[in-house]
């Protein structure tokens, strides 16, 4: 049931942009995307519901395709402050829905000066 | 808004053992806390889904009598790690739902055990 983000890890330079791939194997119906930084908790970036939903704020931004069951983070002119652990955390649709989260493996996102 | 804060940050504690790590959510009501366990370059791993006035719901291989849950109220819930063995070495996180319908999860700050 464990997503699979892809790819495992990136190394940008500053001002260039990711794409951090979620999937599921199973129907979603929401996907949460956190960061997290190395010996702290995870910080919420943002939640998206729908199918074919699109969020963003600043320059990260993220889609969800239902049909396709996954999700896409978005970071674009990339800082470095966006270096971190990004993690999608799912919750699945219909009879399995419980509320709790399923989060992936993590994405490992290095941005150099 | 949505701060949810966790005591100890960092606890060392002897073989055999009990801890106790506090989970609260400061600014908002949450009916439903969650623990998870992360292990070095590790994904989150949910140990327990806490319920305010009922009994805790475990994942599948965590032990119940191991890893026992409190929430008390509607902000506070406890994890409490008896017998305490340094494989049970790791860093700890709670997270309270704020949303009924989204489900948006806000973490601690997390507690780093270790048990020497």
């Known amino acids: 049931q464990q997503p699979v983000q892809s790819p495992q890890a990136v190394i940008l330079r500053e001002g260039e942009d990711a794409v951090i791939n979620c999937s599921s194997s199973k129907a979603l119906y929401s996907v949460h995307w956190y960061r997290q930084k190395h010996g702290e908790a995870p910080i919420f970036l943002m939640i998206l519901l729908k199918g074919g939903e699109q969020k963003g704020h600043d320059k990260i931004s993220a889609s969800f395709n239902e049909k396709k069951q996954q999700s896409s983070l978005y970071l674009t002119a990339s800082q470095l402050s966006y270096s971190g652990t990004y993690f999608c955390?799912?919750?699945?649709?219909?009879?399995?829905?419980?509320?709790?989260?399923?989060f992936g493996q993590g994405t490992t996102l290095q941005v150099k000066p | 808004g949505a701060v949810v804060s966790q005591h100890p940050s960092r606890v060392i504690c002897k073989s055999g053992t009990s801890v106790k790590i506090e989970c609260r959510s400061l600014?908002?009501?949450?009916?439903?806390m969650f623990w998870y366990r992360q292990f070095p370059k590790k994904s989150l791993m949910l140990m327990a889904t806490?319920?305010?006035?009922?009994?805790?719901?475990?994942e599948q291989g965590v032990e119940k009598d191991k890893f026992l849950i409190n929430h008390a109220s509607l902000t506070l819930s406890t994890l409490t790690v008896t017998s305490a063995h340094p494989e049970d070495s790791s860093f700890y996180i709670c997270?309270?739902?704020?949303?009924?319908?989204?489900?948006?999860?806000?973490f601690g700050p997390g507690t780093r055990l270790t048990v020497t």
């Open positions: 955390g799912i919750t699945l649709g219909g009879s399995s829905n419980t509320g709790k989260l399923i």
């Open positions: 806490s319920n305010e006035g009922s009994k805790a719901t475990y």
């Open positions: 997270s309270a739902g704020a949303g009924l319908a989204t489900y948006e999860q806000y």
């Open positions: 600014d908002f009501q949450a009916t439903t």
